[in-house]
């Protein structure tokens, strides 16, 4: 709670004469406000801060980095330790945003009306999830009728909740908005990234790898 994200169009630190609506943040401790976008026109907004506050998920409609000249909305990660802002989505038609990213800032839930993975030709909005770690993007909802928005992510990102006028589960027949809730990962499925005592068995295995070779060598070459 000593960092809170929001969107503004108020030129807060001199930073915004054009009255864009930009993402701030604010420290509650030092109460300083810091602009995280500033561009000269379209708007960035619905930011989604994680638990520490060094992971900012939010949309924007602005050529940030230079990977979005349709100007198209888009789904952007910022990193309060590096300054730097992340294009997440990257998509020639359709629209991204509404970002709810979890504890950690590992994983980032939102809603989409683009073909991301191929699984949404028909072009409604479904809800998706990324990973960060992993760079892939999962296609939680996929419905031909209806549209699915609005999500929020739990702490560890393996539940998320959200809006839909999809018949989802068959007991939404007359497609009227509802809220649902999906289990989208195990939290009981072990862990594919390595732990501290195998990350050092990988490094020891990698440097008796390295000396042995060069052991090898040297007898090749005393022959």
């Not at 976008?37 to 619905?46: K, V, Y």
């Not at 031909?144 to 990102?157: V, Y």
Request: aromatic share 8%.
């Amino acid at each position: 709670g000593t960092r809170i994200a929001f969107d503004s169009p108020a030129d807060i630190n001199g930073g915004n004469p054009e009255g864009n609506r930009e993402v701030y943040l604010y420290d509650t401790s030092t109460m300083l406000f810091t602009q995280i976008t500033s561009d000269t026109s379209e708007d960035s907004r619905h930011p989604s801060i994680n638990a520490n506050g060094t992971r900012i998920a939010f949309d924007s409609t602005a050529d940030i980095n230079g990977g979005n000249p349709e100007g198209n909305r888009e789904v952007y990660l910022y990193n309060t330790t590096t300054g730097m802002i992340s294009q997440i989505t990257s998509e020639p038609a359709g629209f991204s945003g509404e970002s709810s990213i979890n504890a950690d800032g590992t994983r980032i839930a939102f809603e989409s009306s683009a073909d991301i993975n191929g699984g949404n030709p028909d072009g409604n909005t479904e809800v998706y999830i990324f990973d960060t770690i992993a760079g892939v993007f999962t296609q939680i909802t996929d419905q031909q009728s209806g549209d699915s928005f609005s999500p929020a992510l739990n702490a560890d990102g393996t539940r998320i909740a959200f809006d839909s006028t999809s018949d989802l589960t068959g007991d939404n027949p007359d497609e009227h908005c509802q809220l649902f809730i999906q289990t989208c990962f195990d939290p009981n499925a072990p862990s594919t990234v390595p732990t501290l005592s195998e990350w050092g068995l990988i490094a020891m295995a990698s440097i008796l790898g390295i000396v042995g070779f060069m052991v090898a060598r040297r007898r090749k070459v005393t022959a």
